[in-house]
């Protein structure tokens, strides 16, 4: 089973997939790190100290990396972690943060004012969350504000092993669009 965790940068997606790999030992593509290691983009955003994906190059990619996990994973379960992972994976968990939480956590990252506040803004306009509902069949929401990383994982955790078992009617909590942080951001 492949889940993808997204969320804008700044929600918690590599704290949660680190503690995860540690905790149960699950298996994570950290798909950011991916991109750079193996060129998969088409050109470099100096402006905004990114890379631009190459979508086509990373579904090509991934298919084989993730049979390699899946073989090497006790429970066939491999998270894919990545701000773009819900344009790949079918079932995704997406970490959300109030946007002035988010932003004391992209300052601390050492983020550009630009970059906080570009940030900020798509996280009040729930853009990765409508994203996800476009591309993916089921999509689930954890609000990461006000909680520590550990707690966070928790919740990610809970989802993943009740996906695992079946018991989806157990994860009513984790249902999407309940947040409305719209004017959150001046
Ligand atoms: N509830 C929380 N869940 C996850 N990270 C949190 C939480 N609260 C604060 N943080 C902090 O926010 C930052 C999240 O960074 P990171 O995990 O790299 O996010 P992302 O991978 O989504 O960009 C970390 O410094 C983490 O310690």
Redesign the pocket.
């Given at each position: 089973m492949l889940i993808g965790l997204t969320?804008?940068?700044?929600?918690?997606?590599?704290?949660?997939s680190k503690l995860l790999e540690k905790r149960r030992q699950w298996k994570v593509i950290h798909l950011n790190d991916l991109i750079k290691k193996e060129h998969l983009y088409t050109e470099v955003d100096e402006k905004r100290d990114s890379v631009i994906a190459d979508m086509e190059l990373i579904r090509s990619r991934l298919p084989e990396l993730i049979d390699e996990m899946e073989k090497e994973s006790e429970n066939k379960m491999v998270i894919l972690e990545s701000?773009l992972s819900h344009y790949i994976t079918d079932i995704v968990i997406v970490?959300r943060?109030y946007p002035p939480e988010l932003k004391k956590?992209l300052e601390?990252?050492g983020y550009s004012e630009e970059k906080v506040n570009e940030n900020a803004e798509a996280e009040s306009i729930d853009l990765i969350l409508a994203e996800a509902f476009e591309w993916c069949d089921k999509v689930f929401e954890v609000n990461?504000t006000g909680?520590?990383?550990e707690?966070?994982t928790g919740d990610v955790e809970k989802i993943i092993d009740y996906l695992l078992s079946g018991k989806e009617e157990g994860l009513k909590e984790y249902s999407p669009g309940s947040l409305d942080w719209i004017d959150s951001v001046p």
């Amino acid at each position: 089973m492949l889940i993808g965790l997204t969320g804008t940068p700044g929600t918690g997606k590599t704290s949660a997939s680190k503690l995860l790999e540690k905790r149960r030992q699950w298996k994570v593509i950290h798909l950011n790190d991916l991109i750079k290691k193996e060129h998969l983009y088409t050109e470099v955003d100096e402006k905004r100290d990114s890379v631009i994906a190459d979508m086509e190059l990373i579904r090509s990619r991934l298919p084989e990396l993730i049979d390699e996990m899946e073989k090497e994973s006790e429970n066939k379960m491999v998270i894919l972690e990545s701000h773009l992972s819900h344009y790949i994976t079918d079932i995704v968990i997406v970490l959300r943060a109030y946007p002035p939480e988010l932003k004391k956590r992209l300052e601390k990252r050492g983020y550009s004012e630009e970059k906080v506040n570009e940030n900020a803004e798509a996280e009040s306009i729930d853009l990765i969350l409508a994203e996800a509902f476009e591309w993916c069949d089921k999509v689930f929401e954890v609000n990461t504000t006000g909680r520590t990383a550990e707690e966070t994982t928790g919740d990610v955790e809970k989802i993943i092993d009740y996906l695992l078992s079946g018991k989806e009617e157990g994860l009513k909590e984790y249902s999407p669009g309940s947040l409305d942080w719209i004017d959150s951001v001046p």
